[in-house]
Structures are given as C-alpha cells and as structure tokens.
Nanobody
C-alpha cells in the first residue's frame, strides 16, 4: 500500500502563486509515476500534470502549460506542483495519484480509467479569487 497526502492548498488571488506538495509513504516511491489531477465543482476530474519515475519527463494539460511546474524529490518521497499566475478557473480540489503506468500514458489516459489507478490522495482545495 502507498499513502499519498496532499498539502499546500488554500485561497489565493488571481495572478498569485501557490505550491502544492504530495508526500508518499508505504511503497517504493521511485517505482511509480506520479500525477496531479483536479476536480472543480460540478465538473469531471481532469489531468493536470505527470512526472516520470526519475523526474526526467513531465507532461502538462494545455490549460496549465507555462504556468504550472511539477517536480519530484525521490529522496523525500514527495512531489510538488508549483502553480504561477493562477486563474479563477484553476479553482478545484487537487489530487495526487500514483500508478505503474508511464507519465505519457497518465497524461493521455481516458477519465473513465482514472479510478483504476493504483493510489490516490484525498485532495487539497485551491480557491482562486478574482
């Protein structure tokens, strides 16, 4: 089993920055691809970013490219999502997920398959006010 715990969410004004963290415990962290997903009220969960096992490759949703940066520190069993120039449409609960797939596959995975991923955190709320 792997436990994922997100932190760093909160309220921020549009245009501001925020950094989320996801700490993992239990299984070999470096063996898993990690991803960030988000779900806004009344909307389907959507992919935000993913990162390969060693951190060499990252993938982003078009809506966050150039504004969000995902990174991982395998020594600390933690992944991060640095979010800049936040917009009101970024308001959502952000979830961390771990899976044995590839980072590219996680980026292109159909939403119907999300529930089949190996591990999910419980989420952290990001609220962006304009």
């Amino acid at each position: 089993q792997m436990q994922l715990v997100e932190s760093g969410g909160g309220s921020v004004q549009a245009g501001g920055p925020l950094t989320l963290s996801c700490a993992a415990s239990g299984r070999t962290f470096s063996s898993y691809v990690l991803g960030w997903f988000r779900q806004a009220p009344g909307k389907e969960r959507e992919f935000v970013a993913s990162i390969s096992w060693g951190g060499e490759s990252t993938y982003y949703a078009d809506s966050v490219k150039g504004r969000f940066t995902m990174s991982r520190d395998n020594a600390k069993n933690t992944v991060y999502l640095q979010m800049n120039n936040l917009k009101s449409e970024d308001t959502a609960v952000y979830y961390c997920a771990a899976d044995g797939t590839t980072a590219q596959d996680m980026a292109t995975m159909a939403p119907a398959r999300y529930s089949g991923m190996d591990y999910w955190g419980k989420g952290t709320l990001v609220a962006v006010s304009s």
